[in-house]
């Protein structure tokens, strides 16, 4: 993956992240879609942590 693509690759997850941060606090406690959110979250957190880790 060359720079660009990775650069490309990893605006994306960041703003992945800010969506589901903000669609977790949205979703209502007893709604089972909070955990989906919640699984979600944290692997777009490790995609951006392995992308940081190669830079």
Do not use: S, T
């Not at 089972?32 to 951006?48: P, S």
Request: hydrophobic share 40%; proline share 2%.
């Amino acid at each position: 993956m060359n720079e660009l693509e990775r650069e490309v690759v990893k605006r994306l997850a960041e703003k992945a992240l800010k969506e589901l941060e903000e669609a977790y606090r949205r979703v209502p406690d007893v709604d089972n879609g909070k955990a989906y959110l919640f699984r979600g979250k944290e692997r777009v957190r490790l995609m951006l942590e392995i992308l940081n880790k190669e830079v």
